[in-house]
DNA sequence: TTACGATCCGGACCGAGGTCCGCTTAATTT
DNA sequence: AAATTAAGCGGACCTCGGTCCGGATCGTAA
């Protein structure tokens, strides 16, 4: 009753904290309990599956990922797909899951400015930065699972990030309603707006990059004068 | 060739402004060559399929509102309902179209705050609580229209919301991007934000509103010291 | 009034997401 | 090793958004 447990979909719940704990160790806690610990069959399914998607991604863009498609590659029935990803988005977002983890990783215990060990107005700036040229890197796809406004806010790895930038708020203007500012930070780092922004705008990244910076200057309140 | 021209779908285009040009004549203008101008059948047809839909919606939600049901209760056919609207989403932004322009009548010609007359930081502060609570009126429509990112900004609505929102800003802060800053700010009052903070996060309106306040303070750095 | 052409209409058709349920298989227990 | 059971599997099936094209209709011009 109790399966080999690897390979989990959705990061592991990211911890309210009060204080700037920032311990690498935060990514193995807490995976215990809701990791469903598939069987083993259903594990190595899950993989060809993904795999599968990955490789129709590369061939045929994002378009291309269709369920039965993906299904078919591997060599799955339909059901199967829908069985370990619930949808078509939770397929996508578990494709996305390696880099949540890694950005994940780099600022909860990577090297400074990202990491700990600079001001919090640093991190707070490379944060954005890093957010946005990740999510640049692979816009079509985040773009692909971002359908459905519901469950856009509450996944666990944009939680993850939005705990992250209330953090560091919380250090830089302990005075502000932290919780409603970080998302409202995050949200304009939305791959959406982004697509809009670089693609349908014509904007360069360095624009977008200059863009977040001069926001936080003025969110926390540290503008240089011009 | 020339049919009565009445009930358009989109908003009249706005055209760009680096000058404040706030009058009211605005709405009319360019509604020419671009509006297809139906045919009267066209016409009629258009009409009931917009108030079939907002029956369906009353009646059953916008779930509600399949393009299938909405053909048959306006006892028409199916390939009508996207001849006219072009899809779903179409249909959805046609059944908004009708506070989208009130709301731009109001602060682009209405009465102070939100129309010409207060300052321009006080006007900015009145636009986002006005969206935000037309927004919340309807949220559900705004979010079940919302889907698609890529159409999301280009739509002329949110175009509309987003130039004002500049051109108060070139007023107040005419040394930063405000074309950034102004998508930056729209986006803030995203439909599917407000539909998590109020309804996922429990946030009560008033939090979002006084957000939007200091998040314009912030952004103009024009907050007065705690 | 009649003829003409552009526009529109309708519903059959398709593809893809998502559901369901009977069957299979992996892990556990005895 | 056999029995038990929870989990997984597969693919038929449904719904709904979107497309297409032959035929009907409207507005116009002669």
Same mark, same amino acid.
Request: hydrophobic share 45%.
């Given at each position: 009753?109790?399966?080999?447990?690897?390979?989990?979909?959705?990061?592991?719940?990211?911890? &309210?904290?009060?204080?700037?704990?920032?311990?690498?160790?935060?990514?193995?806690?807490?995976?215990?309990?809701?990791?469903?610990?598939?069987?083993?069959?259903?594990?190595? *399914?899950?993989?060809?599956? $993904?795999?599968?998607?990955?490789? $129709?991604?590369?061939?045929?863009?994002?378009?291309?990922?269709?369920?039965?498609? %993906?299904?078919?590659?591997? /060599? @799955?029935?339909?059901? =199967? @797909?829908?069985?370990?990803?619930?949808?078509?988005?939770?397929?996508?977002?578990?494709?996305?899951?390696?880099?949540?983890?890694?950005? /994940?990783?780099?600022?909860?215990?990577?090297?400074? &400015?990202?990491?700990?060990?600079? #001001? &919090?107005?640093?991190? $707070?700036?490379?944060?954005?930065?890093? %957010?946005?040229?990740?999510? %640049?890197?692979?816009?079509?796809?985040? #773009?692909?699972?971002?359908?459905?406004? =519901?469950?856009?806010?509450?996944?666990?790895?944009?939680?993850?990030?939005? =705990?992250?930038?209330?953090?560091?708020?919380?250090?830089?203007? &302990?005075?502000?309603?932290?919780?409603?500012?970080? /998302?409202? #930070?995050? *949200?304009?780092?939305?791959?959406?707006?982004?697509?809009? /922004?670089?693609?349908?705008?014509?904007?360069?990244?360095?624009?977008?990059?200059?863009?977040?910076?001069?926001? @936080?200057?003025? @969110?926390?309140?540290?503008?240089?004068?011009?």
């Amino acid at each position: 009753m109790l399966y080999a447990c690897f390979m989990s979909s959705a990061l592991p719940p990211f911890p &309210p904290s009060q204080e700037p704990l920032d311990i690498p160790q935060l990514l193995e806690v807490g995976m215990g309990p809701e990791e469903p610990c598939l069987r083993a069959d259903a594990a190595r *399914n899950r993989a060809r599956l $993904l795999e599968a998607a990955a490789r $129709l991604i590369a061939e045929h863009g994002v378009a291309g990922v269709t369920m039965e498609a %993906v299904a078919a590659a591997a /060599q @799955v029935g339909k059901g =199967t @797909v829908f069985r370990r990803f619930g949808d078509r988005t939770g397929l996508l977002m578990a494709l996305l899951d390696h880099s949540d983890r890694k950005l /994940q990783a780099d600022f909860l215990g990577g090297p400074p &400015p990202l990491g700990p060990g600079a #001001l &919090p107005l640093e991190r $707070l700036r490379a944060f954005g930065v890093a %957010v946005l040229y990740r999510r %640049v890197e692979q816009l079509d796809l985040h #773009l692909a699972a971002q359908m459905e406004p =519901t469950r856009r806010f509450s996944h666990p790895a944009v939680t993850a990030l939005r =705990t992250h930038i209330a953090m560091l708020l919380r250090q830089i203007v &302990p005075e502000a309603d932290c919780e409603l500012l970080s /998302q409202t #930070l995050l *949200n304009s780092l939305d791959p959406a707006l982004i697509h809009h /922004q670089t693609r349908q705008c014509g904007m360069p990244m360095e624009r977008l990059e200059s863009g977040w910076i001069d926001l @936080v200057a003025r @969110v926390t309140g540290t503008r240089a004068p011009d």
